[in-house]
C-alpha cells in the first residue's frame, strides 16, 4: 500500500473543496479528481522536444499529481473518497440527516487518517513475538 504525507492529503482535499465550483457536489468533486487525473497518471509522460537522432529527450515537468504512480494516485483518491463517506455517514448517525459539504469538509479535516503522526511509542514487550516461552 502506498504511504502519502497527511500534509499532501489536506493539501489535495482543501484544493478540490475551493476548486469545486457553484453547486457542484464535494463528491462530485472527488469523483471527477479521480477520474480525469488518472487519465494523466495513466498515458507516461509527455515529450516537449527532441534531437532527429533521438538521442536527447526533453519531457515536461509533471505536476504534482503527474508525479504519482498508478498505486499512490488511487491510494490518494481512494482514501479521499472513503474519508468523504465515513464522514458524511457519521453526521448522519450523529442526528444531521443532510450535513452541508461544509460541514462535510470540516469532519474530513478533522479525520485520524488525514492527520500527522507526531510521535511514536515503541513497544518492548515480548506479547508478540512468535517465539515466546
Aim: neutral net charge.
Amino acid at each position: 500500500m502506498a504511504r502519502i504525507i497527511a500534509e499532501l492529503k489536506r493539501g489535495a482535499l482543501r484544493t478540490l473543496y475551493r476548486q469545486r465550483g457553484d453547486g457542484v457536489a464535494l463528491s462530485d468533486a472527488l469523483n471527477a479528481f479521480q477520474d480525469t487525473n488518472w487519465l494523466s497518471v495513466s498515458s507516461g509522460r509527455v515529450i516537449t522536444a527532441h534531437t532527429s537522432t533521438g538521442k536527447t529527450t526533453q519531457f515536461a515537468l509533471p505536476q504534482i499529481w503527474q508525479s504519482f504512480s498508478q498505486e499512490e494516485w488511487f491510494a490518494l483518491t481512494e482514501e479521499l473518497q472513503q474519508v468523504y463517506s465515513d464522514c458524511k455517514t457519521n453526521l448522519i448517525n450523529a442526528g444531521n440527516p443532510t450535513p452541508t459539504d461544509d460541514q462535510i469538509f470540516a469532519a474530513m479535516m478533522q479525520d485520524d487518517r488525514l492527520q500527522t503522526i507526531t510521535s511514536v511509542q515503541k513497544d518492548f514487550g515480548t506479547m508478540r513475538w512468535p517465539t515466546r516461552l
